[in-house]
């Protein structure tokens, strides 16, 4: 091996270690903007859990009940805040690490790069944050009125037993708080998730891994895949499966149109630098 390219091989193992120390540091940035985050919620984890709570209780409250928590542990309550914290922190530091991702890869990128990039980084919280505001408002509280809709008061099963009246048997809800904040951080992550996919789709329909005419293709399995789903992130109650699938299922269809919209752009910015032809229409985007 000759000089030279031991030179070439220790010029470009350079930008890679500083690459790397570059990564370290956005990193770091980003634990520590969640732990702070974190720890701030924790200091006010139950004003943030007596708003988590606000579906139940309503629900509750229609049915005349009081909304009443159990911890059946005595750990549960230290577990309950520190979950608390946990999701609360994500969401403050999301900024500012969304900021520490971008940071870190739009010197990668070209100008054009990051105006196409760009959007899409802003786009995918606000989604989020649409999905989790739907989840929490919408179906969280459909979900726990169906559940609860499985009581049994005593009164209602009341049996004469010879000369006297035996009182039936009551199963009414005492929750366990963890338990409930488990199911709720379930709905509010899916359907955080499940909004992210128009942005997904049109992400990988600017990148040309798919196109709207494929996905209108694929629409009967999208169709059986977005039930599937709804099946596993709600409970076994058809009117919130109907509701997922309905919303899910417009969300597809707006990320076709979306895919469509970005390739009609894509054609004719290659028209515009004459290496787009008219064979190419009947083919698809190069």
Not at 14 to 43: N, W
Not at 126 to 142: E, R, S
Not at 151 to 161: H, I, T
Not at 262 to 286: H, M, P, Y
């Amino acid at each position: 091996m000759s000089v030279r390219d031991d030179d070439e091989i220790e010029d470009s193992s350079a930008p890679l270690i500083e690459h790397l120390a570059e990564l370290r540091t956005r990193l770091i940035h980003a634990v520590v903007a969640f732990i702070i985050g974190m720890v701030i919620c924790f200091t006010v984890a139950t004003p943030i859990f007596n708003f988590l709570t606000d579906p139940l209780c309503q629900v509750l409250a229609d049915r005349g009940q009081d909304c009443d928590l159990i911890f059946i542990s005595p750990q549960e309550g230290f577990f309950v805040a520190v979950k608390v914290s946990l999701l609360g922190g994500f969401m403050l530091a999301f900024p500012y690490i969304a900021n520490q991702l971008w940071r870190f890869v739009a010197p990668g990128l070209y100008k054009s790069e990051k105006g196409a990039f760009l959007p899409f980084l802003v786009a995918s919280p606000f989604m989020f944050i649409l999905g989790a505001a739907f989840a929490f408002y919408v179906v969280t509280p459909l979900a726990y009125d169906f559940f609860l809709g499985f009581q049994q008061f005593g009164s209602s099963g009341e049996a004469v037993v010879g000369d006297g009246v035996r009182q039936g048997l009551s199963v009414v809800f005492q929750g366990s708080a963890q338990e409930y904040l488990n199911l709720t951080i379930k709905f509010i992550v899916a359907f955080g998730l499940c909004f992210q996919l128009p942005v997904l789709l049109t992400l990988m329909g600017k990148a040309g891994i798919v196109s709207a005419k494929g996905l209108g293709d694929v629409r009967k399995y999208a169709v059986v895949g977005i039930l599937v789903l709804a099946a596993l992130v709600t409970p076994p109650d058809v009117i919130t499966q109907m509701i997922l699938f309905v919303v899910v299922y417009g969300l597809y269809e707006i990320s076709i149109f979306l895919v469509a919209r970005v390739e009609r752009k894509r054609i004719e910015e290659l028209k515009a630098q004459g290496v787009w032809f008219e064979d190419d229409d009947e083919n698809g985007t190069s």
